[in-house]
């Protein structure tokens, strides 16, 4: 069990915190070939107390990389591969906020995925999970551990060898986002984003089916409370 502290201390009754809420806000993507990808005016949501910012990146250039939202710089949650989960802590009362990616090395394309969450309290990670597709396998999945009331991300991405070819959430998840990110050696590389917004203390396994095969596919999932 992975666990990152966080940063409110505002407590819900007899020590325990509120309810996490989790929102689905946006996404986008580059495929400028730059070590600094802005998603400048990204929409984050409308103000929370005690509000975290979740960001999904795709990058193929980001294992020693980092990124900031509205200028305050984000925690790695977990990375694999060409994808990785961040969040901070942005307690303030904008809507929208510059999302930079600061790449390891020229990059030649990036996506996000942007979610709010916020409980007026601590919120803190509780799990995470990872797993990729080979040639022959359709679908990816991980077992994590969640807390009652808390929430999970998952994302996806991966080049189609046909352009038909769609992700689908396994039980427990509800898709939010799923866009072409670039056509790379004429193969278009997508990016999926999905989420449970009410986990139920139990270990849970989450996944991704696709349509067909991918290449460099990678799945990951981080449980929050």
Not at 191 to 206: E, H, I, N, P, Q
Request: hydrophobic letters at 35%; proline letters at 3%.
């Amino acid at each position: 069990m992975h666990v990152l502290p966080g940063v409110h201390q505002n407590f819900f009754g007899a020590g325990v915190s509120p309810p996490v809420t989790l929102t689905y806000v946006s996404s986008n993507s580059s495929t400028t070939h730059t070590t600094t990808h802005t998603f400048a005016s990204q929409s984050i949501g409308a103000q929370q107390a005690g509000r975290y910012i979740v960001v999904a990146v795709y990058s193929p250039d980001m294992t020693n990389g980092s990124v900031t939202v509205g200028g305050a710089s984000a925690s790695k949650i977990v990375y694999n591969g060409f994808q990785s989960l961040w969040w901070v802590s942005y307690d303030n009362a904008n809507t929208t906020a510059d999302i930079v990616l600061n790449c390891t090395d020229t990059s030649e394309r990036a996506g996000i995925i942007v979610w709010q969450m916020y409980n007026g309290g601590v919120i803190n990670v509780v799990d995470t999970g990872t797993d990729s597709w080979s040639d022959s396998n359709y679908s990816a999945s991980a077992t994590i551990d969640t807390e009652a009331d808390g929430a999970a991300v998952a994302i996806a991405s991966g080049f189609m060898y046909n352009s038909t070819t769609t992700f689908a959430p396994q039980t427990g998840l509800v898709e939010r986002a799923e866009f072409l990110v670039e056509y790379n050696i004429s193969l278009p590389y997508y990016m999926w984003g999905a989420d449970d917004t009410k986990t139920d203390g139990t270990s849970t396994s989450y996944g991704c089916d696709t349509s067909g095969q991918l290449q460099n596919g990678r799945f990951l999932v981080a449980s929050f409370r």
